[in-house]
């Protein structure tokens, strides 16, 4: 494929105004000025067709945890600090794509550029997702939701008492398989495994029940961490571990995956993604 179309056969005596003139197949104006040096044009010309050639994906990301009240003042929650998820909102949007973030309570800075949705509990969280992914192509569900909630929250502050109390729970929708389960042709779902037994196996059960195209498996010390070793697991593939890394570096990994697994191509990149060489089946 030629890189760059001349406008006008006719006017190709005048090389300076060829080159003002010149465009990128997708349409893309590549003018430069007359000034600019070859080799320079030649680069903002790469640059504009590896753009052309990467889809645009919409990635919907879910971060953080939940929190399921118990009364005005008292919840159940977890953890996570919603890390992984925002360094996977930035990593999308650095390679273009647009974001929308669902996260519950977290105190990180909000990622600019993301359109990002604050939801507390686990039943807000599955409603914003269910809102969102109508449009989008790609759902990573890299949030700690709560797995059951207060069955009977009280309205008014739980008074103390020396008796024992029993608290009923009553189990949360599994935003992941729902979402999963309500998907249109060609969306793709990446799940997370949180596992301490037997983990492989545990993850691998989690995504052919919920249906998933991809997981990725974290042990209880990611949660919170600044960096995680994670494995990854395609439908149908083998298990690759990456080394212990930075969250923001298993962000990008995770959405090379992304871009793999919705564009059919590996994936082209202004930024150059993070080496392989350590990681292992
Ligand atoms: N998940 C979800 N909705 C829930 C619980 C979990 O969408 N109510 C998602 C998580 O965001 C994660 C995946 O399901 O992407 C697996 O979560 P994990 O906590 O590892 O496992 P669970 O499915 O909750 O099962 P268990 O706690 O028994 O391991």
Redesign the pocket.
């Known amino acids: 494929m030629s890189l760059v179309r001349a406008p006008d056969p006719s006017r190709a005596s005048d090389p300076s105004r060829a080159r003002k003139e010149a465009v990128a197949p997708c349409g893309l104006p590549l003018a430069t000025g007359s000034n600019s040096a070859p080799r320079t044009e030649r680069r903002r010309v790469g640059a504009a067709v590896r753009r052309c050639a990467r889809r645009r994906l919409r990635v919907l990301v879910?971060a953080g945890p939940t929190r399921e009240y118990i009364d005005p003042v008292r919840y159940i929650s977890n953890d996570s600090s919603g890390t992984m998820g925002f360094a996977l909102a930035a990593a999308a949007l650095r390679r273009g794509h647009d974001v929308t973030l669902v996260h519950g309570p977290v105190t990180l800075r909000p990622v600019r550029g993301a359109r990002a949705v604050a939801v507390v509990s686990?039943s807000e969280m599955l409603r914003a997702c269910r809102r969102a992914w109508r449009a989008c192509d790609v759902l990573v569900?890299?949030?700690?939701?709560a797995?059951y909630a207060p069955a009977h929250p009280s309205r008014t502050k739980v008074k103390q008492s020396r008796s024992q109390r029993m608290l009923e729970l009553a189990p949360?929708?599994?935003?992941?398989a729902a979402l999963s389960a309500a998907r249109r042709g060609g969306q793709k779902v990446i799940?997370?495994?949180?596992?301490d037994r037997a983990p492989r196996r545990?993850a691998q059960e989690?995504l052919e029940r919920?249906g998933l195209d991809a997981i990725v498996l974290n042990r209880p010390a990611a949660i919170g961490a600044a960096r995680s070793r994670v494995e990854i697991l395609e439908r149908g593939g083998r298990w690759v571990a990456l080394p212990m890394s930075s969250k923001a570096h298993v962000a990008a990994r995770l959405v090379a995956l992304i871009e793999k697994l919705c564009g059919g191509h590996e994936p082209v990149g202004s930024r150059p993604l993070p080496a392989r060489p350590t990681e292992t089946g």
Do not use: Q, R, S
Not at 141 to 145: I, S, T
Not at 172 to 176: P, S
Not at 191 to 195: H, N, S, T
């Open positions: 879910t686990a569900m890299a949030a700690a939701v797995d949360t929708v599994d935003i992941l799940g997370f495994a949180l596992e545990n989690k919920k």
